[in-house]
């Protein structure tokens, strides 16, 4: 369940709408256990995460720009899964630094 290279791509947001045509794209990179990496997409600039891999659990501490103006920070931690095609799943737990409010996305591994 190596993330180290593997790039994302969101598919679903509880906190926005996601635009198929240009969604918010990751890309990972894990090195013993370590991972971190970046995004960019249809509401984020530009973004940047770290955090750690224990078996199929992910926790990070991610900051972003956004498109419209301003920043954003949080937590989050996510599960893996892996799909019938061989390509891993990641769905995400997530609140924003100085809002509680809980959220969800679903980012699927594209080839």
């Known amino acids: 369940m190596n993330l180290n290279g593997r790039k994302f791509v969101m598919v679903s947001s509880t906190a ?47 900051v972003h720009a956004l498109v419209a103006g301003g920043k954003a920070a949080g937590r989050s931690i996510s599960r893996i899964e892996a799909g019938e095609d061989g390509l891993l799943r990641l769905v995400e737990e ?3 630094e100085g809002d509680d409010t809980p959220h969800v996305s679903v980012c699927a591994e594209v080839a």
């Open 16 to 62: 926005s709408v996601v635009d198929p045509d240009s969604p918010t794209r990751f890309e990972y990179w894990e090195d013993d256990e370590v991972v971190w990496g970046s995004y960019t997409g249809d509401t984020v600039t530009q973004g940047r995460f770290v955090g750690t891999r224990d078996g199929d659990q992910v926790s990070i501490t991610y």
């Open 94 to 96: 997530f609140a924003f």
